[in-house]
């Protein structure tokens, strides 16, 4: 890919591993219904490794520095396997959104990452289109990890949904070997750098800043976290419920001490998503997959950047509300 280095061709992403089955966390990955449609046309330079998943990887009476050294092999095993000097980058996605439901990683997780990335030459792209721009507290979801990443991309967030805006952000080592041998990104298209797209992204950021509204996320996040939990984390069909800011997930299971997720023709967080949309007048979202092999039911909660705290305990209560009627009359 760079001058040299002729032999780069591989990429590594990241998947879930889980009682041989496998889910993806990035649409080139390993979830299997996401792939499927595609499978035709996905180049095979893409290699998948384990994701950062405490609640169905970690091991009884694991410590978070141990998870991590484990976590780290995979990926290390990987380069080896692969040969160091073949993989490009390594893609991660700092809080797993919709194929795992909010899935933050466990502290260290993403220092251990970038320490084998740089070793080996490789770079380090994030994928912060749901989790990125504010949604989990900070600017960038990778801020709280003590790391920088060679590329981001963003999205969602970054206009708001006003416009349909992403882009692609650039660290400092790949913008200054670009500009040293004199190349520049050419993957140009018809409405790239559209200026009502970049107008309306630029306001809603200035918004965020004004507004002050990464300050709410992290105190309305405090108090979203304490309020689901406090109503559903002993209910025996719920088995986690993670995330980060105004960015949560709750994961339902047959079995809280197995984790055993339900039959997939239950169509549990269909169930849900219905019942608070119908009954309880609250939006979720809904998905499948996130134990693995098309099994596993969460939703997630994601209100808006500006929500007041009286709304936070209105959605809380009508999440909850919905979670428990739906399994009262399963």
């Not at 708001?160 to 993957?187: C, I, R, W």
């Amino acid at each position: 890919m760079w001058k040299g280095e002729p032999q780069r061709i591989n990429f590594i992403a990241r998947w879930e591993s889980y009682h041989g089955t496998t889910v993806g966390s990035l649409s080139a990955s390993g979830h299997v219904v996401r792939r499927g449609p595609f499978e035709p046309i996905l180049v095979p330079q893409f290699h998948k490794i384990p994701a950062c998943n405490p609640y169905r990887q970690r091991l009884s009476g694991e410590s978070d520095a141990d998870f991590v050294a484990r976590k780290a092999a995979e990926l290390e095993d990987t380069f080896q396997r692969l040969g160091p000097d073949t993989v490009t980058a390594v893609i991660l996605e700092p809080v797993v959104g919709a194929a795992l439901g909010c899935v933050p990683p466990v502290p260290g997780y993403f220092f251990a990452m970038k320490r084998i990335c740089e070793r080996h030459g490789a770079l380090l792209v994030l994928d912060e289109v749901m989790c990125g721009m504010g949604r989990t507290g900070t600017l960038h979801a990778w801020q709280q990890e003590n790391i920088v990443p060679d590329l981001q991309t963003i999205a969602k967030g970054f206009a708001g949904g006003y416009q349909p805006a992403s882009a692609l952000l650039v660290g400092s080592k790949v913008a200054n070997l670009m500009e040293s041998q004199d190349k520049a990104f050419t993957h140009g298209h018809t409405y790239q750098n559209h200026p009502i797209v970049a107008a309306a992204a630029l306001q809603v950021q200035k918004i965020v800043q004004q507004e002050g509204l990464l300050s709410n996320i992290q105190t309305q996040g405090v108090l979203l976290e304490r309020l689901l939990k406090e109503r559903l984390e002993k209910h025996p069909n719920v088995g986690n419920i993670r995330g980060r800011g105004l960015f949560w997930g709750i994961e339902f299971v047959k079995d809280k001490d197995t984790k055993e997720p339900f039959d997939p023709e239950l169509q549990i967080s269909l169930r849900v998503f219905k019942k608070a949309m119908r009954d309880f007048h609250v939006l979720v979202y809904h998905s499948q997959g996130c134990a693995g092999n098309g099994r596993g039911d969460h939703i997630m909660v994601m209100p808006a950047y500006d929500i007041p705290r009286k709304l936070i305990v209105e959605i809380a209560k009508r999440v909850a509300g919905s979670v428990e009627d739906v399994f009262a009359h399963l």
